[in-house]
Each structure stands twice: as structure tokens, then as C-alpha cells.
């Protein structure tokens, strides 16, 4: 019982980290990428469509990812290079990503998909009680890991991690040192996208073998959520989506039990869950501070 | 001798240092346009090696231009740059430090969010690891007397500190020269003598600065050559040593620097009066207001002198309306008791307030002039806002007048309140308020960083104004501004004001007593502690 609950929590936590993480390297470039929603579901209907046509789920991956990607080019042209108000684009790509995938997955439902095979090592998988959990996942579970890890790595070790940081705290600065402001905003953009993308397959791929309208049903905007109450930090991200995978699968074996709490309290039960403890554990205000980017959300024009 | 030093021209005057070697940094006749905005007319420049050069002008000279374009910032429209005599092209930032040319700027280029040594590893070329870059660090800011922690986060250290972090920042490039943006205009005066001490040090070893500044006090003290512009051209060179505070001026300026005229006025009734304004600090920073005595009659300018951060913004604050005191009696204007009042029933009784800040407080940077000036008057019954909408035509036409009458410098017509210089902004807050012939006026910091042309035309119409039959109050730390306008003087100290006295009868001895706690034993005269 145990074993499978843990198993579900996994699956809920994984599309969630993998568009959270993309997203939080885009907002510490400064940028405010509304559109999370819109890219994940773009990447659940290709990943599906590939998946089903192709019959190889790694291919139904990467056409997710691509898809998320493509999308994201959109809102990178029409924010950085056209310096369009974020908000606005970012709440356009979503309704946009929602309608397209809804158009291109129109013949697709109802078809049965092709479920994303989990890992299976003959001696470690059997080990009881923790083979399947460890060693028993699909590939992308142990990619949202990896994803956490290099993103920390990569943000608090490297150089380009600093150049994107200093590019999210001040703009302005990092152009008058020669840094290439708009540059750096794309390419974690397209990280962003390829994440949520990511994120999406996996909806349709591993979570549920199927494609149905609008199947995101709000988890871009969780992923959104989860990025600010870690305080752009990678490590609480894993925190806050696996908080929020365990309540809601906790939630929903409770349901059933009668405890006289109305159903609508449970359903609410995840998101006060996640918003109160990520609250909780980023009480350094000064700390918060320096790990919010100053420019998020902020046009860039360089003066020339 | 005046008319002979502003006739001058570039080239005329060769100052021989080095034993005429080649500049270190020569630009020939650079042009740069924004639009039809010509910033930069046929500049030409030389620095030599070692040599702490001054480039002086007004705001909006075009200063700040030039040296972007010589740091590969911006790029000219035409013109060429020699480094060492050999034609070289910036084209950016990276490839000016590569050249040797380093540069601290006047608004900071430093990252808050990240430490010391993290800032300073974005200005030095890929390579170095954190550990050894932190050591040098440490090394070179002490070496030069600007200690420093290489973890340190920026947002926590002070303005002085954070300069600190940018010169060890060029430091460590080793730099053959240094564009120095305004150094002193953010440091306490013990600040920048320890600047200056390492600027001449870094002079003694070979580093060529280039120095901009207006404060020509320490261009004469620490300059061996300064560059004059003065509306996008160069128009003089000279040795400031050989200058006076004076000849500098008209050069920058082109013409005499209007004395400030002032002629004996005669006090009329009081028409600001506050009584007793007591008022409990805000925040742990703050200061309390304790018992302020004040009036100022029609006709007369009184002056408020004081080291800051003793109570001045907090009583800006309680005159203004922006913070309202427990009882009407406390601020009483044209007669009217309204210290419970807010800020839109004052300015109706005629009152007009400058705030200390420019951009954020006295104007909104997003917006356009015309709409900045419907922002003080919207509540005043002038006719600009009624029944619910706004008149822009004559909001444009109040902007068209301020422009005329300060010559507010400015590309469009009616830009946004940020794209204007900080001297050129000023001109513009003081000028909405004063157009509207306050009864009432009090300013904060009239002229600060604003040019001696602009501060003389500020002064000039505070003093008019005043002659007028309106009461004016300054409160400003620059004390050569306090005996060129004021009547009065009284002085702030943490939070208590001295009673004033006629200008003749101060000294700045008197004054520097009251600013170092005397003016709390005078106060009112009648409370101790």
C-alpha cells in the first residue's frame, strides 16, 4: 500500500518539477514566462501524437520537447525582440497552447496510447519495498533529478550561471559589461520551453497513456507557483513539487473514507499544503531577497 | 582676464607633461546623434599616460556621451579613436577592457544580489576560479586602502563601499586608464579624500584617469588637464591648477554666472507658521520631530541648514502634508490651520512642495512632463483637472513655459520624466512649482547635482519668488547656497530646529556649532533635556 502510494506521488511530482525547474531558470534570467501551461500541453498533444504514430515513446519525448521549445520561441520573439509586455504574452501563449493542442489533438482522442516503459533491473528492481521506487521509474523521473541537479550546478558553480543570474538581477549592468542581455534571455527561454515541453509528454506518455483537451488541467500554473514559494531555488522546487504529489495523492485515498471533511476541503488540502511550508521554510527575508531576481518581468531596450 | 580664458579654444592651449609622447587615448572629431539630438559635435580629446585628466561641462554637455562611446558603450556616428596612436575600433564594453581602459560609473553597475567577488568575476575575462579571484581581492583592496570582503553581498554594504567594489573591479583588470564617472557625487567628504589619495597614487604608477566631474573644487585640487564641453562641443583645455573656481565656471558655462540678485526685501505677515510641531519617528532609521518653532513672513526666504539624515525629511514630510501631525494647529498656512491635513488641501491654500529626491518622489520616471505636471496640480482648482477630466493642452503648454523660462534641456517635446538628465530634471520640478507663484513654497535640496548655471537660474527665481510676496523655504546642506539666497537661517539637529537668525548675523562657525547638537540647547529657547 505504502509502496504504491509513494509510487503515484512520484508520477504526480515529476511534470510538475520538470516545467518548474525550466521556469525557474527563465525567471532567473529575469524573465516572467506566463505561458507554462500553454507549453506543457503543447508538449502533451506532440509527445502523443509521435508516441501513437511512431510507436516509440522516446520519440513522443523529444516531439515534446521540441513542441515546448517552438511554442517558447514565440513568446521569446515577441517579449525580448518586440519587447511586448510579459503578462499579456505569457497569459496569450497559454490560451494559444490550450486552443492549438486542442485543434491538432482533436483526431487523437479516444486513440489508447503507449505507456512510457518503466526501468527494470533484474536483481535491483526486485528488492523489496525500495527496488521499484529506486530503480523501478521511467527515464524521465530520473531526468527531472538530473535536470535539479545540473541547474544547481550549473546557476552556482558555473560562469554562464552567474552571467544569467547577474542578467536577471540587473540588465542594464550586465549590457554596460558587455553581456548579451537578450541572448542569455533566449536561450533559458528555450530551456524553459523544452522543460515544460518535457513536463507535457509525460502527462501523456507516462502519467496517463492518452490524450484528452486541455489534460495540463492547471499544473503549468502550480509549476509556477511552486518557482516563487521556493524562492528560485532548485533544491526547495523538489521540495514543494513532491509536497504538493504526496497531499493530492494522499487527498485522494482519503475521499473515499468518509471523514465527514467536505471533498472540496481535500481537493484544496495540496495547494495550502505547498504555499505553507515553502512559506515557512523561506522565513530569511534577506536571504529571499537575493534569490528574487530584481529585473523579472522587466522589458530590456539597450540604448543605442 | 575672464573674457581671455573663455576665448580659448580647443588646441590652443598644449600642456607639456610627458615631453609631447603619444596620448594614451586620443578621439578625433567624434559625432554622436540620438535622432536630431546632436550629443557629441566634433570632440576631440587627448589623455597622456599618467595623467589625471578632467573632462568638465553642464549637465547634458555631453560628458557622459563621450565617455560611452570611448568605454564601447555606444558606437560614433563618425569620428576615430587611437589607443597609443593606433586607430582602434570599440565595439563594446569587453574590447575596451581589453584595450586596458576600465570605468566606474556614476548609477553603479553593480549586481545586489551577488556577492563581492561575483561582481568583480563578471568584469574580468573567463579562467579565473572563485577561491584564487576572492584572495586577489582582499589583496588589492587593502594594497590600496579600500578594504574590502570578497563575500560580501552588495545590497548590504553603503554607497561609499560599493564604489570601493568597483574601482578594485577595474583594478584588477590592470587598467592603463580609468573613466571615472562622477566619483564623488554619491561619497561623504572623508570618502572622497580617501579617493583621492588612491587616484593619485594610481597617477604615480603609470594610470591615466579620466575624471568627470562638475564639482570644480577637486578638479583644480587633483587634475593636471581638463577637457571643457559645453553643448555637445569641445570648447576649452586648460590647467585647472592654473584656474580659479570662477574661470573654470564661465568656461563651462559660456558667459558670467549670474550673480544671484537680491535685493533687501521687506517681511510681510507670516504665511507658513508651524507651532510646536512635535512628530514620533516612523522606523528604527527615523528621526523624531521635537517641539519646531518656525515662521516665514511673505517677502522673506528662510534657510534650513543641517548634516542630513538629522530630522530634514521627516520635517519635509510633516510640511508637505505627505505625513499628516495630530493637530491642525501644528502647520498653519496663510492662516489656515491644516497640520491634520493632507497634501491636495495645502496646495490649494497656495502652498508648493520640492521634495528631495527628483525621480520617484518629486516626478513619476514613466511618465511624460505634461502628466507630471498635472500630478502636483489635479487638486489645486487652476482649472487643469474638473469634473472628472484632465486638460492636457494646458498641462503641455504649463511644460512649454518651465522649459522657456529654466531651460530645461530635453530631446522631444514631452518626454518621459527619466529620459532627462538629473540637472535638467531638477530645473523642471522646481520650475512646475514655482510657475504656479506658490504663496507658500518649500523646497528641499534646490540645486543638488545641478550645474552652476542651473543652480544661479534656480536660486535667481527662489529669490524672485520670495521678492514677489511669497514665503520660501530652503532646506538645503549646501551652505554657500544658504548665504546666497536666505534671509533667515535656523539649523536642524535630530529633529530640533534652532531659532532662526537674520543671515548677516550668522557665521559659518555658528552654524557648524548648531549642526553639531547646538541647535537642540536653542531650540525654541525654552526646552531642555
Partial sequence: MLEAIILTVITAATPLLLAAIGELVVERSGVLNLGVEGMMVMGAVAGFAITVSTGSPLLGIVAGLVAGLAVSLIFGFVTLTLVANQVASGLALTLFGLGLSGLLGEGFVGTPGIKLPSLSIPGLTDIPYVGRILFGQDILVYVSFALVLAVSWFLFRTRGGLVLRAVGDNHVSAHALGYKVIRVRYLAVMFGGACAGLGGAYLSIAYTPLWVENMTAGRGWIALALVVFSSWLPSRLVIGAYLFGAVTILQLHAQPLGLGVPSQFLSMLPYLATVVVLVAISGNRRATRFNTPACLGAPFVPDR | ?529
Fill in chain 2, 1 to 529: 582676464m575672464g573674457a581671455g580664458a573663455a576665448e580659448r579654444t580647443h588646441g590652443s592651449v598644449q600642456r607639456i607633461r610627458t615631453g609631447g609622447g603619444v596620448p594614451l587615448l586620443e578621439a578625433r572629431h567624434i559625432v554622436k546623434r540620438f535622432g536630431d539630438n546632436v550629443a557629441n559635435d566634433d570632440v576631440s580629446l587627448r589623455v597622456m599616460p599618467g595623467e589625471i585628466h578632467a573632462l568638465l561641462g553642464e549637465n547634458g554637455a555631453g560628458k557622459s556621451t563621450l565617455v560611452k562611446i570611448l568605454y564601447g558603450a555606444l558606437q560614433p556616428n563618425a569620428g576615430e579613436v587611437l589607443w597609443k596612436g593606433q586607430p582602434v575600433t570599440i565595439a563594446s564594453p569587453a574590447a575596451a577592457r581589453a584595450l586596458g581602459i576600465g570605468m566606474v560609473f556614476q548609477h553603479f553597475s553593480l549586481f545586489e544580489a551577488l556577492t563581492v567577488a561575483e561582481n568583480i568575476a563578471l568584469a574580468l575575462p573567463k579562467g579565473s576560479d572563485m577561491k584564487s579571484l576572492s584572495a586577489r581581492i582582499e589583496t588589492v583592496s587593502a594594497d590600496y586602502g579600500l578594504p574590502l570582503k570578497a563575500t560580501s553581498r552588495v545590497a548590504d554594504l553603503s554607497v561609499g563601499e560599493r564604489q570601493r567594489v568597483e574601482i578594485v573591479r577595474c583594478l584588477l583588470q590592470n587598467p592603463e586608464l580609468i573613466i571615472m564617472d562622477e566619483p564623488t557625487s554619491v561619497l561623504t567628504p572623508q570618502e572622497a579624500d580617501q579617493l583621492f589619495v588612491t587616484l593619485k597614487r594610481l597617477a604615480d604608477e603609470g594610470c591615466a584617469i579620466l575624471y568627470i566631474s562638475h564639482r570644480l573644487e577637486e578638479v583644480r585640487a587633483i587634475c593636471h588637464h581638463a577637457t571643457i564641453m559645453r553643448r555637445a562641443k569641445v570648447v576649452a583645455e586648460t590647467d585647472p591648477t592654473t584656474e580659479t573656481v570662477g574661470t573654470l565656471a564661465r568656461l563651462m558655462v559660456g558667459s558670467e554666472i549670474g550673480e544671484v540678485t537680491r535685493s533687501k526685501g521687506t517681511p510681510g505677515a507670516p504665511r507658513l507658521i508651524l507651532k510646536a510641531l512635535s512628530l514620533p519617528a516612523t522606523s528604527a532609521f527615523g528621526v523624531p520631530l521635537h517641539a519646531i518653532d518656525l515662521s516665514v513672513a511673505g517677502g522673506e526666504i528662510v534657510a534650513i541648514a543641517g548634516v542630513a539624515g538629522n530630522g530634514q525629511s521627516e520635517l519635509f514630510d510633516a510640511i508637505s502634508g505627505e505625513r499628516e501631525a495630530p493637530q491642525d494647529g501644528m502647520v498653519t498656512i496663510d492662516g489656515q490651520p491644516v497640520g491634520a491635513h493632507g497634501v491636495n488641501v495645502r496646495r490649494r491654500l497656495g502652498a508648493a512642495f520640492v521634495p528631495e529626491e527628483r525621480l520617484g518622489h518629486g516626478a513619476v520616471p514613466g511618465l511624460k512632463l505634461s502628466e507630471n505636471v498635472v500630478l502636483t496640480r489635479h487638486g489645486t482648482g487652476e482649472g487643469i483637472a474638473s469634473g472628472g477630466f484632465t486638460r492636457f493642452g494646458l498641462a503641455g503648454k504649463i511644460v512649454e513655459a518651465v522649459t522657456h523660462r529654466f531651460d530645461v534641456r530635453k530631446g522631444p517635446p514631452d518626454p518621459e520624466a527619466r529620459s532627462l538628465s538629473g540637472g535638467n530634471l531638477q530645473k523642471f520640478v522646481v520650475g512646475r512649482e514655482v510657475d504656479r507663484t506658490p504663496g507658500v513654497l518649500v523646497v528641499a535640496q534646490p540645486t543638488w547635482g545641478v550645474d552652476a548655471g542651473a543652480a544661479a537660474v534656480i536660486r535667481q527665481a527662489l529669490v524672485d519668488l520670495a521678492r514677489a510676496g511669497s514665503a520660501v523655504l530652503v532646506i538645503s546642506q549646501d551652505l554657500d547656497e544658504i548665504f546666497e539666497v536666505a534671509d533667515r537661517i535656523a539649523v536642524i539637529s535630530r529633529g530640533h530646529l534652532s531659532a532662526p537668525k537674520p543671515a548677516e548675523a550668522m557665521s559659518r562657525e555658528e552654524i557648524g556649532l548648531l549642526m553639531a547638537g547646538g541647535a537642540e540647547k536653542t531650540a525654541g529657547g525654552a526646552h531642555a533635556h
